[in-house]
């Protein structure tokens, strides 16, 4: 065989390495994190499940914020959520100043304890029939005339000191499965008039949230069938601790819920 010039070989090589380095393409784009900071009251915070009883403001993994963090890059920062919250109260527990202009996705469930929802429910389930007419009708006027401001105030907030951020509100489940019969002292029809009273609350804050461009989160037919009276409830029967709030199913569909409503492509 005749041996191939030097000059020959070294110009072969250095085609070859320029084809190898074409065929190789561009370095891959490092992967972007988007920071997420959890907010809200006691359905935001995890309670009534472990550890949440132990736990500051009743905070416990299965919360929304947590449960998905490092879904869709997402990356939580702070959780802050804190049971019992009100609208109100976002400012003085420290909520608003966990955001900041890094803050890229927000998850808040923020209402329910500004328009007594409880109490009317407790009246419902131990009260007359007249007491529970009345504390709803209570709830639903709060609900319609003081809600409305309280929530646009709160969400000024979260603009001013997180501008760029997605903001994902999440509703409130309906309670009962009025079709399986009494809890306690709340009869069927009780049970649907209170579920009525969840869906004026669900409407009003899906109104406000979107007048501010957050998306809100319905909860209603996830958690459909699947009230405390259920079969298959994924809410706390209301003589057990944490009573009324989501057990481990119920977090894992507002997990879901929220999953489903973030789209990875509009974060920045």
Not at 85 to 90: I, K, S
Not at 237 to 263: C, D, K, L, M, Q
Request: charged share 15%; with cysteine; glycine share 10%.
């Amino acid at each position: 065989m005749t041996p191939r010039p030097l000059s020959l070989i070294g110009s072969l090589l250095a085609t070859a390495a320029i084809v190898t380095t074409g065929l190789a393409g561009p370095a891959p784009a490092a992967s972007t994190t988007h920071v997420l900071d959890g907010l809200g009251d006691s359905y935001a915070s995890g309670y009534g499940v472990a550890p949440s009883f132990t736990t500051p403001c009743g905070r416990a993994d299965s919360a929304p914020a947590p449960a998905i963090d490092g879904r869709m890059r997402l990356a939580l920062d702070d959780f802050v959520a804190c049971a019992g919250a009100r609208t109100t109260d976002l400012v003085p527990q420290g909520q608003i100043a966990a955001l900041g202009s890094d803050t890229d996705v927000v998850t808040l469930s923020i209402g329910g304890n500004d328009i007594g929802w409880s109490q009317a429910v407790g009246a419902c389930l131990a009260g007359s029939d007249a007491q529970c007419t009345g504390a709803l009708a209570q709830t639903r006027a709060r609900i319609t005339t003081q809600l409305p401001g309280l929530l646009d105030s709160a969400y000024d907030q979260v603009d001013a000191a997180a501008p760029a951020a997605a903001v994902y509100v999440t509703g409130y489940p309906r309670l009962f499965s009025s079709a399986y019969g009494a809890v306690l002292g709340a009869s069927p029809i009780e049970q649907d008039a209170l579920n009525e009273g969840a869906d004026l609350l669900n409407a009003t804050i899906r109104t406000a949230a979107e007048a501010h461009g957050y998306t809100f989160v319905d909860l209603t037919k996830r958690f459909a069938d699947h009230g405390v009276n259920a079969p298959e409830p994924w809410l706390i029967w209301p003589t057990s601790p944490g009573s009324f709030h989501p057990n481990e199913p119920g977090y894992e569909a507002y997990a879901a819920a929220v999953t489903a409503a973030i789209r990875p492509s509009a974060l920045r």
